[in-house]
């Protein structure tokens, strides 16, 4: 059971995020880009969508608990906040959806025509923020893998959009594929995590791979807790927005995997039927929603004893504070 200890430990780091956020990583990407007409899609999204800045929280909390400077993670924090910034912006569109939590979407604002232009636009001044680095005393080697690993975010979160896209209500897939999905989409959090291990690896050997095993692991738990709460906690608001356009979520495959030849014929007549609320009762008859809870808590484990190998006292409490607030907590019916 949680602790009211356990409550306030994650309520203070997300607390921490939040000013990490507002205070150093947002005023370095205004630093950089420009607040007009052509950036304010993209800008509205950084500025009214609330969600946990865990992306850049953590990583400037883990460089900092190393000694390393700032000037070398606030341009990682920052570019990798804009660029999950404007990849919300084109989900939105690509998923159809007229909101973003209790905003409307970019597209629905601005129209998507700006929204589209805009998210492209500002994806150049992420690369001048990142070349900010190059004003640092960061090995060449060093820069060069962290250059690759911003290039592989792009291009997985964009494979992430077309695996949704192309799926076309089709029903041929397993519980594996929805993780690799699952990994493409959340690049922006492991990869980042990754790099700023890289920086710190003169006071730790090996912290890099630790931390994206770590993260990876962790990324893994939030999705199946996100596609739990998207048929529970906000169905109102999300609609079954993945169900409705036939896209792959692991509960689903969870389902899949429970279901004779019969009964995959008639889930997939409701499936591209768009049928949501007919798939979800069956969700619940067969338990998938307790099934998956029961592997969202192995991957946190798993993250958990990952920990284990962290030299670092203080970031691995940072990091099982993380994993505490990665737990489902409870998902009443929408």
């Known amino acids: 059971m949680e602790s009211s200890s356990d409550n306030s430990r994650t309520r203070e780091l997300y607390k921490k995020f939040d000013e990490i956020f507002e205070y150093q990583v947002k005023p370095y990407i205004e630093k950089i880009m420009p607040r007009d007409k052509f950036s304010a899609p ?12 865990f992306r850049s929280g953590l990583p400037v909390l883990i460089a900092k608990s190393y000694g ?11 570019a990798n906040e804009l660029m999950f910034a404007i990849a919300l912006v084109q989900d939105d ?3 159809n959806s ?13 129209g998507v025509r700006a929204a589209m232009a805009s998210s492209d636009y500002c994806y150049t001044y992420a690369i001048k923020i990142l070349r900010e680095l190059e004003k640092t005393n960061i090995d ?3 820069l060069n893998k962290i250059y690759d690993s911003f290039t592989e975010i792009q291009e997985r979160v964009f494979a992430s959009f077309l695996m949704e896209i192309l799926n076309e209500a089709n029903l041929e897939f397993t519980a594996n594929d929805v993780l690799e999905l699952h990994k493409a ?8 995590t990754y790099c700023v291990g890289l920086l710190c690896e003169e006071k730790e050997a090996g912290l890099a791979d630790k931390l994206l095993n770590y993260s990876t692991n962790i990324a893994i738990a939030g999705q199946i807790k996100n596609d739990i709460y998207d048929i529970t906690r906000y169905s109102k608001t999300r609609g079954f927005v993945d169900l409705i356009n036939g896209y792959q979520t692991y509960l689903l495959a969870k389902l899949i995997d429970s279901l004779n030849e019969k009964e995959l014929g008639e889930l ?15 969700m619940a008859e067969k338990n998938i929603i307790e099934k998956s809870i029961s592997d969202q808590k192995e991957y946190i484990q798993k993250a958990r004893d990952i920990l284990k190998k962290i030299e670092n006292p203080e970031v691995s409490l940072i990091l099982n504070t993380w994993a ?3 737990e489902v907590r409870e998902y009443p019916s929408g």
């Not at 400077?69 to 924090?77: I, N, S």
């Not at 973003?100 to 970019?106: D, F, H, T, V, Y």
């Open 42 to 53: 993209v800008y509205y999204i950084l500025d009214n969508f609330v969600m946990r800045r």
């Open 324 to 326: 505490d607030g990665s």
């Open 98 to 110: 007229s909101v973003r939590g209790e905003i409307e979407s970019a597209h629905i604002k601005f």
């Open 185 to 192: 989409k959340t690049v922006h959090g492991t990869n980042l």
């Open 68 to 78: 390393i400077g700032m000037e070398k993670v606030l341009p990682l924090a920052a």
């Open 268 to 282: 997939g007549i409701l499936f591209k039927q768009g049928k949501a609320g007919e798939i979800v009762k069956i």
């Open 93 to 95: 569109f690509f998923d």
């Open 140 to 142: 060449k080697s060093i």
